[in-house]
């Protein structure tokens, strides 16, 4: 009997989108997640004000979202409730504060105790941290508290999946491009898949959009964008939780690259069409450049809000699905949303391409707007 | 959140959604039009359709 494989397939892909639903909806006792600190739980169950007691079902999904929004000290894979145990990796804490302050996450126990580092202490507060004095008390304000906050160059959950990302990317792509020397540029393997993206970048992406000319000197900034972009959205969507792109200072680093280079490579006809525009009356040339100077700053800003909320608003869509498992505690509900969150997380894919392509296609338009030749030399 | 906030919102996203609807209904007709652009109104059509997405997404987060 002949097995076809398209069936196999099937599975395979249908068990790979499933993944995030696995983390998700895990159960309290994970037998295979690290645990890391167990052991030093009693005395933060001592004091039960401080943590509002049993919320109802609603808020504590709504609490979830929140927290897997947000960029986390601590790599967590579970908790459980009662006992108020994370399981998880504890990540380094980098702090400036009259000097450097280096010390692990695990003593902040999850936000639950004060952290000592040479004689300071400092308290987690929404995942910021805050220095306070040996009780761990927060002056707060409005609802905020106005503790002074040490610059944080914390190693966070986030910039472990940037490293991630840093790295396979290094890897890949060196890899492959010696096995192009290697087999006479003839794609080989993982390049299979990668060249037809990599050509499509350049011929659909870059040439059209900036000129025969001048691409080639952008093509590498594009390409790393492209890939970035698109591996960190794909990594958003596996599981440990990972929520890089849908975070907005990396959005508003990446757009603010993008800015730099358009400003700093930008040509003679750009400045001045865009400072003095030829062919207007003179009443209108400074109203014009106010304008084309809020433009630059406009579009960099529409890039990074874009990608932002596009992802953000993914994965709050996705995740409240899911917890609507846990409001309706029905089998119809149940599988009512885990069809939905299953063709959702296709959809994501689908958009997690997009928002990398439109990335890079707005990022080559900035791109060949500052090098446009001035080939309309007799309409003005 | 109040609202008219909420309503504002709505109504910004309703808009945003007939705008895109009629990229996207545009783009059939020109590509059935002309079949061998296909690729080219399709890339416009997409710039466009992001373009309006982007307002959409900010009167969602502005409420």
């Given at each position: 009997?002949?097995?076809?494989?398209?069936p196999?397939?099937?599975?395979?892909?249908?068990?790979?989108?499933?993944?995030p639903?696995?983390t998700?909806?895990?159960?309290?006792?994970?037998?295979t997640?690290?645990?890391d600190?167990k052991?030093?739980?009693?005395?933060?169950?001592?004091?039960p004000e401080?943590?509002?007691e049993?919320?109802?079902?609603?808020?504590k999904?709504?609490?979830f979202?929140?927290h897997?929004?947000?960029?986390?000290?601590?790599?967590?894979?579970?908790?459980?409730?009662?006992?108020?145990?994370?399981?998880g990796?504890?990540?380094?804490?980098?702090l400036?504060?009259?000097?450097?302050?280096?010390?692990?996450?695990?003593?902040?126990?999850?936000?639950?105790?004060?952290?000592?580092?040479?004689?300071?202490f400092y308290v987690?507060?929404?995942?910021k941290i805050?220095?306070?004095?040996?009780?761990g008390?927060?002056?707060?304000?409005?609802g905020?508290?106005?503790?002074?906050?040490?610059?944080?160059f914390?190693?966070?959950?986030?910039?472990?999946?940037?490293?991630?990302v840093?790295?396979?990317m290094?890897?890949?792509?060196?890899?492959?491009a010696?096995?192009?020397?290697?087999?006479?540029?003839?794609?080989k393997?993982?390049?299979?898949?990668?060249?037809?993206?990599?050509?499509?970048?350049?011929d659909?992406?870059?040439?059209p959009n900036?000129?025969?000319?001048?691409?080639k000197?952008?093509m590498?900034?594009?390409?790393?964008?492209?890939f970035?972009?698109?591996?960190?959205n794909?990594?958003?969507?596996?599981?440990?939780?990972?929520?890089?792109?849908?975070n907005i200072?990396?959005?508003?680093?990446?757009?603010?690259?993008?800015?730099?280079?358009?400003?700093v490579?930008?040509?003679?006809?750009?400045?001045?069409?865009?400072?003095?525009?030829?062919?207007?009356?003179?009443?209108l040339?400074?109203?014009?450049?106010?304008?084309?100077?809020?433009?630059?700053?406009?579009?960099?800003f529409?890039?990074?809000?874009?990608?932002?909320?596009?992802?953000?608003?993914?994965?709050?869509?996705?995740?409240?699905?899911?917890?609507?498992?846990f409001?309706?505690k029905?089998?119809?509900?149940?599988?009512?949303?885990?069809?939905?969150?299953?063709s959702?997380?296709?959809?994501?894919?689908?958009?997690?391409?997009l928002?990398a392509?439109?990335?890079?296609?707005?990022?080559?338009?900035?791109?060949?707007?500052g090098?446009e030749?001035?080939?309309?030399?007799?309409?003005? | 959140?109040?609202?008219?906030?909420?309503?504002?919102a709505?109504?910004?996203?309703i808009?945003a959604?007939?705008?895109?609807?009629?990229?996207?209904?545009s783009?059939?007709?020109?590509?059935?039009?002309q079949?061998e652009?296909?690729?080219?109104?399709?890339t416009a059509m997409i710039?466009?359709a992001?373009?309006?997405?982007?307002?959409?997404?900010?009167?969602?987060f502005?409420?």
């Amino acid at each position: 009997m002949v097995i076809s494989k398209k069936p196999l397939h099937f599975i395979l892909v249908a068990m790979l989108a499933f993944l995030p639903l696995v983390t998700i909806a895990n159960t309290t006792n994970d037998p295979t997640t690290v645990e890391d600190h167990k052991t030093a739980k009693t005395e933060a169950n001592s004091n039960p004000e401080e943590h509002a007691e049993p919320l109802d079902q609603k808020s504590k999904i709504k609490e979830f979202i929140n927290h897997h929004l947000l960029d986390s000290h601590s790599f967590n894979f579970n908790a459980n409730e009662e006992t108020k145990e994370h399981y998880g990796v504890a990540l380094p804490v980098i702090l400036w504060d009259n000097g450097i302050q280096i010390f692990s996450s695990s003593k902040f126990h999850d936000g639950e105790e004060v952290a000592e580092s040479n004689g300071n202490f400092y308290v987690l507060h929404h995942e910021k941290i805050y220095k306070t004095d040996a009780s761990g008390k927060l002056n707060e304000e409005h609802g905020h508290p106005t503790n002074v906050r040490p610059i944080d160059f914390s190693i966070t959950k986030s910039v472990i999946g940037i490293l991630l990302v840093a790295i396979l990317m290094f890897v890949l792509f060196t890899s492959l491009a010696k096995s192009y020397s290697k087999n006479g540029g003839i794609s080989k393997g993982i390049g299979r898949i990668f060249e037809p993206l990599v050509l499509y970048i350049r011929d659909e992406i870059a040439i059209p959009n900036i000129g025969e000319k001048g691409y080639k000197k952008y093509m590498s900034y594009l390409l790393t964008v492209f890939f970035f972009i698109f591996f960190l959205n794909i990594l958003g969507l596996a599981p440990f939780g990972f929520n890089i792109t849908g975070n907005i200072t990396i959005t508003l680093s990446l757009a603010l690259l993008t800015y730099l280079i358009t400003t700093v490579t930008a040509n003679k006809n750009y400045w001045s069409h865009m400072l003095w525009m030829p062919g207007v009356p003179v009443v209108l040339k400074p109203v014009l450049a106010i304008i084309e100077l809020l433009g630059t700053i406009i579009k960099p800003f529409s890039l990074m809000i874009r990608l932002y909320a596009n992802m953000m608003a993914g994965h709050v869509v996705l995740m409240s699905i899911i917890g609507l498992m846990f409001i309706f505690k029905s089998w119809l509900g149940s599988s009512l949303s885990f069809v939905l969150a299953f063709s959702l997380s296709i959809l994501e894919i689908l958009v997690a391409f997009l928002q990398a392509y439109i990335f890079t296609m707005l990022t080559s338009l900035y791109f060949g707007a500052g090098n446009e030749e001035h080939h309309h030399e007799e309409a003005h | 959140m109040q609202i008219p906030e909420i309503v504002g919102a709505g109504l910004i996203v309703i808009g945003a959604g007939l705008g895109i609807g009629k990229i996207g209904g545009s783009a059939m007709d020109a590509i059935a039009r002309q079949p061998e652009a296909s690729g080219k109104i399709q890339t416009a059509m997409i710039i466009a359709a992001a373009l309006i997405e982007g307002i959409g997404f900010a009167a969602l987060f502005a409420k």
